[in-house]
């Protein structure tokens, strides 16, 4: 199973970005899929995620900037962001849920189990 991101890259403050994560050896269309993202000396942290039956979930700090899609016809999960901030620089990693997670939320690490290598976002001020 391999998720791959793309989509990642340099952008001026109030830009916009369109991250992808195409998943390949499984499908996921039933399951949660979600973004997490890793800025240097922090820890990892939520973005977004999407329950298999739609559910949308956002971190704060981006609600209302984020907006997270799946396109089950092409087991694809992606992540627009628009008005982007300094602090929005990490990178990006997507993540799928497989097993029985039902103890966790969609915010936590825990309850994916497929990670993906992840895609630099730097905004720039």
């Known amino acids: 199973v391999q998720l791959q991101a793309s989509g990642g890259g340099l952008v001026q403050a109030g830009g916009s970005l369109r991250l992808s994560c195409a998943a390949s050896g499984r499908t996921f269309n039933n399951r949660a899929m979600g973004w997490f993202r890793q800025a240097p000396g922090k820890e990892r942290e939520f973005v977004a995620a999407?329950?298999?039956?739609?559910?949308?979930f956002y971190a704060d700090s981006v609600k209302g900037r984020f907006t997270i899609s799946r396109d089950n016809a092409k087991n694809t999960v992606s992540l627009q962001m628009n008005s982007l901030k300094p602090e929005d620089t990490a990178k990006y990693s997507c993540?799928?849920?497989?097993?029985?997670?039902?103890?966790?939320?969609?915010?936590?690490?825990?309850?994916?189990?497929?990670w993906g290598q992840g895609t630099q976002v730097t905004v720039s001020s």
């Open positions: 999407i329950s298999g039956s739609g559910a949308i």
């Open positions: 993540a799928a849920d497989w097993g029985d997670s039902r103890s966790y939320g969609y915010t936590q690490e825990a309850k994916y189990y497929y």
